[in-house]
């Protein structure tokens, strides 16, 4: 079965970029069956899909985060990241990382980023 | 973009009842590419169901979804204590992932 864990600074000030790992285990992220992505959850809030890469390095970005979103990937490592620019408050959130068919069937445990001076 | 609406935003009931909860969307989502979480406190979300209406592996068969078009359910069909929890629904389309804003289902 797949695991996800996540990994990177749990504090980023604002305005920096805020980067983040997800390191894939009990399976290659060369498959063919995902995507591989990232969604965030604001303190108390909603699900929020932030974007998707294939193995081959296609990308699909939330059209509200997309100037600031880079996803990329690192087959070699079975490892994929996140890179976000500018960011605000409102940025604060728990980032996950997961597997992306139609449906999310396993998710990392995901890591709280506080976005704060 | 597709926007999905849950209804209600809480849902007060008693273990054993009977919970139906609504996912609308601003436009029809293939039945194939809508899908149910459950999340607790502290957790990440648990995929409950997929493709409208088809159980994850483990679910229990309490747990059933339906619909099609712009409307979808998911009932719980006797709550049990541990089924209290945040839900939400999910669309897929155009390679993009829209989610409800959720629908808390507290004990009454």
């Known amino acids: 079965q797949l695991q996800l864990q996540e990994s990177g600074p749990g504090l980023v000030k604002p305005s920096e970029t805020l980067s983040l790992t997800c390191t894939v285990s009990g399976g290659s992220i060369s498959s063919s069956s995902y995507y591989w992505g990232w969604i965030r959850q604001p303190p108390g809030k909603g699900l929020e899909w932030i974007g998707s890469i294939y193995y081959s390095g296609s990308t699909y970005y939330n059209p509200s985060l997309k100037s600031r979103v880079t996803i990329s990937v690192d087959t070699s490592k079975n490892q994929f990241s996140l890179k976000l620019s500018s960011v605000t408050a409102a940025d604060t959130a728990v980032y996950y990382c997961a597997p992306l068919g139609f449906s999310v069937d396993y998710w990392g445990q995901g890591t709280l980023v506080t976005v704060s001076s | 973009e597709i926007v999905l609406t849950q209804s209600p935003g809480t849902l007060s009931l008693s273990p054993g009842e009977r919970a139906t909860l609504s996912c609308r969307a601003s436009q029809s989502v293939s039945s194939s590419y809508l899908a149910w979480y459950q999340q607790k406190p502290g957790q990440a979300p648990r995929l409950l169901i997929y493709?409208?209406?088809s159980r994850a592996t483990g679910i229990p068969d309490r747990f059933s979804g339906s619909g099609s078009g712009t409307d979808f359910t998911l009932t719980i069909s006797r709550l049990e204590p541990e089924d209290f929890a945040v839900y939400y629904c999910?669309?897929?389309?155009?390679?993009?992932?829209?989610f409800g804003q959720g629908t808390k289902l507290e004990i009454k």
């Open positions: 999910q669309q897929y389309g155009s390679s993009q992932y829209t």
């Open positions: 493709g409208a209406s």
